[in-house]
């Protein structure tokens, strides 16, 4: 399956990568199918943020809910 939708999404920064060196003080906010929900401080912003932490998945129907939830998430925002 291509990943062409998710590297649109990333060139269009709707989603970004950080690095997780640069965040501390990490507390498990929620978890479910796509992965786990942290709050954590970061360093670069000096301010408190949500971060996902995608499960490593590779079947079609992970990358499918995957696809439509940020789908929805970018419909939200």
């Known amino acids: 399956m291509s990943f062409s939708w998710l590297t649109r999404i990333a060139e269009n920064r709707l989603i970004k990568k950080f690095d997780y060196n640069t965040f501390e003080d990490f507390t498990i906010i929620a978890s479910?199918?796509?992965?786990?929900?942290?709050?954590?401080?970061?360093?670069?912003?000096?301010?408190?943020?949500?971060l996902k932490c995608m499960h490593d998945e590779n079947s079609?129907?992970?990358?499918?809910?995957?696809?439509?939830e940020m789908q929805l998430s970018v419909a939200i925002c």
């Open 32 to 50: 479910g199918a796509f992965g786990v929900v942290s709050r954590a401080y970061s360093k670069d912003f000096e301010q408190k943020a949500a």
């Open 60 to 68: 079609n129907d992970f990358i499918k809910q995957f696809n439509r």
